[in-house]
């Protein structure tokens, strides 16, 4: 799941509000005292998707760089409860915050306004401020590189995604990947199946049969859930996997997954933040595959030299911003032009992505 605890769909469409400036830059931030670091999650740390993810980036950072550091699983989206825990961990000396979900926006600004002296980071937050940035990923960039492998592979002219809601960072993941495939592929088709929900195992896995029963030949989750991988390694299909390494639970069949590796983020932040040259963006931070925050996970021996090598190539120029996933033109499903010839998406454009690109079928907005 992208992020098991936020409140509804309509909330995450407020994301592009981290886009919108709400502070003046002000000099380096400042901290007081020796770096001590608390994470908190609305959920269980190691909950197999987005908190594990984090939980996986906390365990880097506390090998790198040594800094006491302390967790609080299972924090709710209640503004009184986020309070009550970051007041208590301000009063025990702990200077840096690290949230870990959308719904702790408004509370960690609360929170960042009432402690000038303490540096909040939170993942996938709407808020920014002179101590507080929020971060998330340009998660596009791998499963366009996902797709590539996907649609070399793929057997038919048809290939399947499960995905949560029909909001821009769910729909930048499904038209990465179908630009992806196009690739490989120009004239194969992705069908598209939103199951309107983060986390839901039964419904993840009745929607790969669905996608399944409509013969496509690769099933890509965008969530985190193992039951799709076993519905595709039944069927003898190929899958696809998100934030974590998800090869376990499909062994024959597993290409790549797109993952996190948010501790790219975070240690060069907390370094930062320790040395007093930490500038929080009035945006946020949107890093991806050029800052090692989002990557595929290794092609199997299955996958041909060549593709590989279409894959390896296509991640440099990312890398070396020659080129986007998102490079015009683009046509949204109906056919209507998004972009032009020419034109990249910027990222105002990303943020409000609210179509899906000509060669998806389904997933109706």
Known sequence: MRNPVFASALSLTLLSASLLPNLAQADAFQLKGEPKIAFIYAATARDGGWNEALDDARQVVADKLGYPIAVAES?????????????????????????????????????????????????????????????????????????????????????GMLAGFPVSVVNWDING?????????????????????????????????????????????????????????????????FQLDMSANAPKGHLTSVTFHWDKYLVPTIEAIAAGTWEPSEYGAFPGLAEGVVDITPLPDRVPAAV?????????????GEMTPFDGPILAQDGSEKLASGASLDDEQLWSMDYLVKGTQGGAQ
């Open 177 to 241: 990947f179908t630009r992806g495939v196009q690739v490989s592929k120009p004239d194969a088709s992705v069908a598209v199946l939103y199951t309107n929900s983060w986390w839901d195992p039964v419904k993840e896995g009745q929607g790969a049969k669905s996608l399944l029963e409509q013969n496509v030949s690769v099933v890509a989750n965008n969530l985190s859930s193992a039951a799709p991988f076993t519905e595709a390694e039944k069927a003898d299909k190929y899958s696809i996997g």
């Open 75 to 159: 924090i709710p989206e209640d503004a009184s409860a986020l309070k009550n825990a970051i007041d208590l961990y301000v009063q025990r000396g702990f200077n840096i915050i690290v949230g870990t979900t959308y719904g702790y926006s408004d509370g960690i600004a609360e929170a960042a306004e009432k402690y000038p002296n303490v540096a909040f980071v939170n993942a996938s937050g709407t808020r920014n401020a002179d101590n507080l940035e929020s971060f998330y990923a340009r998660t596009y960039e791998g499963w366009y590189l996902a797709g590539i492998a996907a649609g070399a592979m793929a057997d038919s002219n048809k290939l």
């Open 308 to 320: 590989k090598q279409t894959i390896a190539t296509q991640r440099a120029a990312i890398i070396a």
